[in-house]
């Protein structure tokens, strides 16, 4: 993704700026910092990733063999903060970069050197979680959700942990500053709102969710640090507190947290879907509306996560309906993915395979959501492995599959180069295969009763737990498949075609060579709108 | 000239996005007394609260319900015990217990009472009169005090309930800290 180099480019002019380290450290370019979030996301989802498999290397027998119970709780907790804080929000954010300017014609993000802080917040947030298990005490673990009291217990790491989500808090809040302002102000002239790509309405309408929630997030971590250190007592019961509470402002956080993780998905899969079914997307107006809906929905359903907590059944029955209501947008959204391919002149390139096995995959874990949300059955499944089937189904097989998506469809625009068909196709089918053999059978242990991080569990869950940790593995393995692909792309010698997916419409297909130039739409495009 | 317009609306844009996060971080704190105050409107958690005397108890002599007593402390060295493990009374039938707390160290120590109530919503049918745990108590090196709790099972409790556990564990106030009675 680093060959953007000044010798090609289509403007005539020269590019100045440093060569070497320099150039990526005091980068203002949105299309070098979208590359170095990207790379980062990957390095934090191999981290990540490494810590899913000592969980699943732990739990491939019964009994406890290589993770101390301690060490496992560190390593479930850091495994979710690193792969939704460190993978997932960062690779949607260094999509953003690359694609938005480009795809609304403007010359770059509104305030470049912000862009730069808040990349460079990131390695520090990133080296402190993964420094905090070297610290007296380990680090944090008491899951990802970090309720109190465990939080409020724990050694150093904890601190660690929540200086870390500070930090990543800030710079999420930059990079959604950021974004807004160069959507509402930047675009191309001629260009209405109605006339974005719908990766960049998903994008807007996400970034404004992350302005709403992540100073909630920073407010509820300020509160722990002072309960830990500062004798305010906002969860501590004995004080006066309430670790319910914690649950409320957490999650009043933590659901639009993960429509935050989708929606960009949804974006980006709604412009792959149309380019490789070679028509418009169908329903364009009602996908914008069913994203605002969905986001705003997500903001009232908070409580669905503490169905056990304590609530009277009016609440219950609130959050229950409001919940199952999301499905509602959601379908429309399916259906008109559907629809576009409904007799369109369909080919299956990598994008493709991708942004359809994301459909299938991320409505099974839609339902699966439908039946956590109904209160008598998530009494059953709270707290156990069918809501990690549930969540890994939307989250894996639906925001890393669209990143996956998103990163074969524009990595010809990005490096100039193609990618290895044949070995796309074999990463997308082995991804498909593994991803399933890991979580489906979680959907069964769930159901038996087999709780989320517990190191051990009892012989009747041998059998689902061995198919899952080959599963995970393959999975782990089929990754390093996607950076040798990457990495073979870059260094290939042979240019892509200026266009080489015939359907595509957007602005930075039709209006820039391939690759794109350093500096695009310095002078903004003549932009003609097409009716949707 | 444009340009110089572009550049200014993105600061003002800017601007009006960092007062929202601002206004967002404070809406973060504006939960807790929203909450707390939810809480007491929906008469949610009000476990602390004295509960008023209803103008007829009717007592239901077809019944007996047992009481037991279940009393802990969490980090703080009291001695702290009901003077009866159990109690046989009807329902609607007011009764007071006593328990006993000692502070066997050398320095004074503050702690707060937070009662739990087994089978689960037991709380809908007890009216506490009172309690040690509606105040913090303040124990003096070596003091030993007696205190007692009021209440009444009320008749509306379900048929095939006969035993009911009252627990109470005290944890020690951090210096300087509101104690939930005292919100």
Redesign the interface.
Known sequence: MAAVHGDVHGHGHEDHHPTGIMRWVTTTNHKDIGTMYLWFSLAMFFTGGFLALGIRAELFQPGIQILEPEMFNSFTTLHGLIMVFGAIMPAFVGFANWQVPMMIGAPDM??ARMNLWSFWLLPIAASLLVSSFFVPGGAAAGGWTFYPPLSTQGGLGVDMMIFAVHILGASS?MG??NI??TI???RAPGMRLMDMPLFVWTWLITAYLL??????????VT?LLTDRHF????F?????G?PV?FQ??FW?FGHPEVYIMILPAFGIVSEIIPTFSRKPLFGYSSMVYATASIAILSCVVWAHHMFTAGM?TVGQLFFMYATMLIAVPTGVKVFNWTATMWRGAMTFETPMLFAIGFIFLFVIGGFSGVICAIVPIDIQVQDTYYVIAHFHYVLVSGALFALFAGAYYWLPKWTGHMYDETLGKWHFWLSMIFFNLTFFVQHFLGLAGMPRRIPDYALQFADFNMVSSIGAFGFGMSQLLFVYIVIKCIRSKEAAPEKPWDGATTLEWTHLPTPAPYHSFEKPPVFKPVSH | MAQID?TE??QT??KK??I??????????A??PF?EKFCEV?G??NLLQPDKLAKSMEIDTDRWVTVEFDANT?GLPWDFKPLQRSIKFHPGEPVEVMYEITNHSDREIT??A?PSYSPRFLEKHLRKFECFCFTRQVLKPKETRVMPVQFVIESSLPEHLHTLTISYTF??????????S??
């Open positions: 509104a305030f809040i959604a500053i807004i302002t509402l102000n930047m302005v709403l929630v992540m100073p909630v997030l920073a407010g509820t509160m004798g305010t007592s906002f501590n019961a004995a004080g006066g309430d509470l409320h402002i009043f009277p | 572009k609306n993105n844009m800017m996005l960092l929202f996060s601002v206004v967002m971080f404070v809406f973060g704190y939960m807790v909450y929906a949610i958690n969490r702690g707060q937070i944890f020690e106030l951090p210096v300087g800290s509101k104690a939930v005292e919100k």
